[in-house]
C-alpha cells in the first residue's frame, strides 16, 4: 500500500497539477478508515491533513533555503533533483522530531476517544485544512491570477511553520490537561465510591452494636425461662430469640464485610458501589473473596474501567432476567499465579450471540449502548497477561477475566 | 463406598452421622467405613489408606484454624482426584464457586439449616458419587497454558481460534463460550491434531465441522458459526478429517 502513494500521487499531478494536495489526503483518509476503523472521523483526519501539510511545507521551506542560496538559474536547472531527494529527506527529518513530540498526545487521544470533547480537535482540523488550502492554493493564485511572485509568500511558509510548532505545543498543553481533568474526575468517583462502602460499613457496624447490646438481655431472658426447667418455656423463649435476634446477622448485607479481602482500594469502591446499586434494585448479590487480592498487575485506571463496565453490565441484564442475580467471585491460583474474576449474571430469554457482543455498535439494549464491551476489548489489547472468558449458557451470562502475573523477561 | 466426617464440634459430628447412618440405611446404600472425627490428621491417615469410591464432609473452620478445611481438601485432591467433597459449615462461610474451583467441591451444607434439608443435600450427594462411578468416562478437556494465560474448556465445544487485529491475541471461538487471549496461531495447531490451520487467520477443531463449502471457501461448524478456508488447504483439511474419523471409529 505504501507503494502506491507515490505513483497514484504522480497520476494525480498530472490530472490536478496544483491541486495534487488533494491526492494524498484523501489517500490517508481512505487508508485511515480501512486501518483504523476505531479511530473517530476526526482522528483520521487530523492524520491525513497532518502529514500532507507538514511534509509539504517543511520541503518547501527547505526548497526556499535552497533557493537562496544558489540562486535562481541553478534552482531551476536541478529543480527535479532537489525535488526527489534534499528536500523530502529533510521533511522527513523533521516530522520524525516532531512525531516524537505528539506522539504521546496523538495516543493518549486515541486511547481515550470517548473522554475528549471532539471540538477542539475539529478546530485544529479545520485550521490545517485551511492552511492547506492557502499553501497549495497560492501556486495557482501566482500563476493564474497575479501571473508574477506572490509577494507574501516568503512570509507564508515562515508563518506556517510557526502554526505547526504552535499546533504540537497546544496539543500537548491541551492533552495534559485533558488527562488531569480525567485523573481528578476518577479520584472523585474513587472518593465517592469508598464514601458510600464506609456508611454501608457503619450501618453494619451499629446494626452489630445494637445486636450486642441486646445480647445482654436476652441471655438474661434466655436464664429465666431455665430456671423454669420447662422445657417448653425455654424452647419457646429459644424460638423467638433466634426469629428476632438470628436473622439480623445472616443478612445479605454482611456479604459486604468479605469485600475485606480485596485490597486494592479504587476497586473495592467500585465493588462495593455496584453491590449496593444491584441491592437497590433488588437484585441478590452473592460475593465470594476468600483469597487476599492485591497488586494485581494491572494499571488501575484500566482496572478500574473494566471492572465498573462488566459489572454495569452485569447489573443492566439480570434487572430484565425473570429470576435476577449476580455473582461475583474474586480467586488466585497460586500454583498458576493467576488472579481471576468471574462475574455471572441472569439474563432474559433472548439468546445472545456472543461472538458479536464485542463489536462497536452492537448492542442488546439499542444503538448508541455497545461502547462497554468493545472499550474493554481495547484496554485488553495493551495487556499481554490479559485473556477474558466470556460464556453464555442457559440463561446466565458469564465473564472471567483472568489476571496473570507477568513472568519477567 | 467410604465415608469421611471431619467436624469439630462433637454435637453437630454425632448428628450428620445419625443422619448419613439413617440415609445409608433407608437407600440400602452399603458403605465400607465411616470415618468420623475431629482431628484432621486422623482423616488423612484414613485417606491414605483407601482411595475407593471416597465421600468427604469436612467443616472448613477446625479447632480455630479459619480455613483448615479447604487445606485438608486440597490435600485430598493430591490422593483422591475423584472422591465427592462437600463442605459442611456455616452460612457465612459460604464460597461454592471458589471451592469449586480450587478443590472441585461438589457442594456446600448449611450446619444451621433444617434437617430436612440437610438430609436432602446429603442424599443428592451420594448420588452424585455413584452414579458418577456409573459412567467414569469424563469429559475431555482442553487445557491451555502459556507464560500470558491458561484456561480450560470442553474440548467439544471448540470450534475455531481466529487472530484478532492486534498480533498474537487470539480469539477461541466455541458453542457457547469465546476466550480472548495471548498466543500464535502455529502454537495452537501444535497443541493436539485435531487442531488444523485452514486460512492465515483460523485454525479449526477438524471435529467439529459440519460442512466445507468448496465453491465459497467456507467451513461451517453450525447455522451460526463459519470461517474462511483457503483453497489449497481444502483437501488437506478434508484428508485429515477423514483420517481422524477412522481412529475414532476403532477406538
Not at chain 1, 335 to 352: F, G, H, R, Y
Not at chain 2, 63 to 78: C, D, P, V, Y
Not at chain 2, 92 to 97: K, L, M, T, V, Y
Request: hydrophobic share 40%; glycine share 2%.
Amino acid at each position: 500500500m505504501a507503494i502506491s502513494l507515490p505513483l497514484i500521487s504522480f497520476i494525480g499531478y498530472l490530472l490536478l497539477n496544483y491541486w495534487v494536495f488533494v491526492v494524498p489526503i484523501s489517500y490517508f483518509l481512505i487508508i485511515g478508515k480501512i486501518i483504523k476503523r476505531d479511530s473517530s472521523n476526526n482522528m483520521i483526519w487530523f492524520y491525513s491533513i497532518y502529514s500532507t501539510f507538514s511534509y509539504a511545507v517543511f520541503a518547501y521551506s527547505m526548497n526556499a533555503t535552497i533557493l537562496f542560496f544558489i540562486g535562481e538559474d541553478t534552482f531551476t536547472q536541478y529543480m527535479y533533483l532537489i525535488n526527489m531527494t534534499i528536500s523530502p529527506i529533510f521533511s522527513m527529518i523533521c516530522n520524525l522530531i516532531l512525531l516524537r513530540l505528539i506522539r504521546p498526545s496523538v495516543y493518549f487521544l486515541e486511547k481515550y476517544k470517548e473522554n475528549w470533547n471532539q471540538f477542539f480537535l475539529l478546530f485544529i482540523n479545520i485550521l490545517l485544512t485551511l492552511c492547506c488550502i492557502i499553501q497549495f492554493g497560492n501556486y495557482w493564485i501566482e500563476r493564474y491570477l497575479i501571473k508574477d511572485e506572490n509577494p507574501i509568500r516568503k512570509y507564508l511558509i515562515a508563518i506556517f511553520i510557526l502554526v505547526i510548532v504552535l499546533l504540537v505545543i497546544y496539543l500537548n498543553i491541551k492533552t495534559r490537561q485533558l488527562d488531569k481533568q480525567r485523573i481528578q474526575q476518577l479520584k472523585d468517583n474513587q472518593l465517592a465510591d469508598l464514601t458510600s462502602y464506609v456508611q454501608q460499613i457503619e450501618a453494619m457496624y451499629s446494626e452489630l452494636r445494637s445486636f450486642r447490646h441486646d445480647y445482654h438481655n436476652v441471655m438474661i431472658s434466655l436464664n429465666q425461662s431455665i430456671k423454669t426447667k420447662d422445657l417448653s418455656v425455654i424452647e419457646d423463649t429459644y424460638a423467638r430469640i433466634l426469629e428476632t435476634e438470628g436473622i439480623v446477622l445472616e443478612d445479605d448485607h454482611y456479604a459486604l464485610g468479605k469485600l475485606n479481602n480485596l485490597k486494592t482500594l479504587p476497586i473495592k469502591g467500585i465493588f462495593s458501589t455496584h453491590i449496593i446499586q444491584a441491592w437497590q434494585k433488588n437484585i441478590p448479590v452473592h460475593l465470594e473473596i476468600e483469597d487476599i487480592i492485591q497488586d494485581e498487575p494491572i494499571e488501575v485506571l484500566d482496572y478500574v474501567r473494566i471492572t465498573s463496565i462488566l459489572l454495569d453490565n452485569a447489573i443492566e441484564a439480570a434487572e430484565d432476567a425473570e429470576n435476577p442475580f449476580v455473582t461475583i467471585v474474586f480467586l488466585k491460583n497460586k500454583k498458576e499465579k493467576e488472579i481471576q474474576l468471574t462475574i455471572e449474571n441472569s439474563c432474559s430469554d433472548e439468546p445472545i450471540d456472543i461472538v458479536r457482543i464485542f463489536d462497536k455498535d452492537f448492542s442488546t439494549k439499542g444503538k448508541n449502548r455497545g461502547l462497554g464491551l468493545a472499550t474493554i476489548q481495547t484496554i485488553l489489547q495493551n495487556y499481554t497477561n490479559l485473556s477474558l472468558q466470556t460464556e453464555y449458557q442457559d440463561g446466565v451470562f458469564r465473564q472471567i477475566l483472568m489476571i496473570k502475573e507477568e513472568i519477567p523477561r | 463406598m467410604n465415608i469421611f466426617l471431619l467436624e469439630d464440634d462433637i454435637m453437630h459430628q454425632q448428628r450428620l452421622e445419625l443422619v448419613i447412618r439413617e440415609i445409608l440405611l433407608e437407600k440400602r446404600w452399603p458403605a465400607k467405613s465411616i470415618v468420623t472425627t475431629a482431628r484432621p490428621e486422623t482423616l488423612l491417615k484414613k485417606v491414605q489408606e483407601t482411595v475407593d469410591q471416597n465421600i468427604y464432609f469436612l467443616d472448613i473452620e477446625i479447632n480455630g484454624e479459619k480455613k483448615k478445611g479447604l487445606e485438608i481438601a486440597s490435600q485430598i485432591r493430591t490422593m483422591d482426584p475423584y472422591g465427592v467433597i462437600v463442605f459442611i459449615t456455616t452460612h457465612s462461610e459460604f464460597a461454592p464457586i471458589t471451592y469449586a474451583y480450587k478443590v472441585s467441591a461438589f457442594d456446600f451444607i448449611a450446619k444451621d439449616s433444617p434437617i430436612d434439608t440437610i438430609k436432602q443435600h446429603l442424599v443428592d450427594c451420594f448420588e452424585n458419587l455413584l452414579n458418577n462411578r456409573a459412567s467414569e468416562k469424563k469429559e475431555e478437556t482442553f487445557f491451555f497454558s502459556n507464560q500470558h494465560s491458561n484456561f480450560q474448556v470442553p474440548f467439544s465445544d471448540i470450534l475455531y481460534f481466529e487472530t484478532t487485529e492486534i498480533s498474537h491475541k487470539l480469539r477461541l471461538i466455541c458453542k457457547s463460550r469465546l476466550v480472548n487471549f495471548y498466543a500464535t496461531l502455529g502454537e495452537i495447531e501444535s497443541l493436539d491434531e485435531r487442531f488444523f490451520k485452514v486460512h492465515r487467520s483460523f485454525v479449526v477443531n477438524l471435529e467439529n465441522i459440519a460442512q466445507i463449502d468448496r465453491s465459497e471457501g467456507v467451513v461451517y461448524f453450525d447455522q451460526n458459526h463459519s470461517c474462511l478456508i483457503s483453497r489449497r488447504k481444502i483437501r488437506p483439511a478434508l484428508e485429515k478429517m477423514n483420517a481422524i474419523n477412522q481412529i475414532f471409529q476403532k477406538k
